[in-house]
């Protein structure tokens, strides 16, 4: 016996006699009835949705709000001030751009004004560290994080040494050991700030050992730089202190067995540090170099009372580099 439901679906689907003819299908049944809503309420609905649909859009438009930055200044300092400036003089016409756009005379710095700027400019930018030659130890400002190479930036930053020295097709693997650490970059900064205070090849042997451009202040090939005995030689801002590093049996000791070192032994590879003088004070002087405690970093070294450098265990001061045509 057929189930009920298939008894209904029979019963909906059996032909009948209709408009169709007499053997049309039987239509199926409406299980629901659909009104037509009033067209007044329609047009409301439609209206409704519509504002949803745009205050969903102008949700997305909108982004959260980030945190606001930090003040560039402490806060514990008033905020700056700032006032406009009156607007420059327009250039006369028919003038060129060989006649200036009218600002202020920028004459070229001395060299000695543009090292010691350059140098005190990535001092500051490295955290002003200092240390002591006397001591051993090294200091850093209380309100001013250590900063050293290994920080991705400053990283960056000794790379970019390397490349204003050798040039941007330098290699960069061969500024880093195989481990991934820097090797050392002293004589690449010093480098740095020669090139960039304007001392090209004729004047300065840019190099990565500091011995190399010592050597060729000894030699006085070049006429950028002489060599000078540190031990009788009052250092004075612009000046290079040197000092041989990691000492050899056969190494020479002292600024007269340097000079007359034979020329097969010039050819070695002999480890030296140099520094910047930037200021003389009293009973030391300030000198910034590279890679100094990981840093770009002022070092105290202590001087007697006739203004000479006194040698102490790590920085056995021997060479001075002065430049050329300064009076002793």
Known sequence: MPSPSRRADDELSRPFPGAGGPMSPRPRRRLFHRHPLPRDLSHAMLLAMLALVALWLQGCAQTKPLAPPPPPWPLDDAAPVYEVEPPLPPTA??????????????????????????????????????????????????????????????????????????????????TRFDDGSLKPWSAIFISWLMRNAGFGDRQFEASELHWHYIRAALEGNRPGLEARDA????????????????????????????????????????????????????????????????????????LDAGGLLIPTPDRAWTVLLRQKGVPP
């Open 93 to 174: 016409a028919g003038a060129g751009l060989s006649a200036g756009l009218g600002g202020e005379l920028a004459p070229p710095a001395p060299s000695t004004e543009r090292l010691l700027a350059l140098a005190l400019q990535e001092w500051e930018l490295w955290g002003r560290g200092r240390w002591d030659a006397a001591t051993q130890l090294t200091e850093r400002r209380v309100d001013t994080p250590r900063r050293q190479e290994a920080e991705p930036y400053l990283h960056a930053r000794v790379l970019l040494y390397w490349i204003g020295v050798k040039g941007p097709d330098y290699p960069l693997q061969r």
């Open 231 to 302: 031990a009788v030689t009052p250092p004075r801002p612009g000046d290079l202190i040197c000092a041989p590093r990691d000492a050899q049996p056969d190494a020479p000791t002292g600024f007269a067995q340097w000079s007359a070192l034979p020329r097969a032994l010039r050819g070695r590879i002999w480890t030296w540090h140099c520094d910047l003088v930037v200021q003389v004070d009293g009973a030391e002087l300030g000198a910034i170099g590279g890679n100094v405690s990981e840093s770009v970093s002022w070092t105290r070294a202590p």
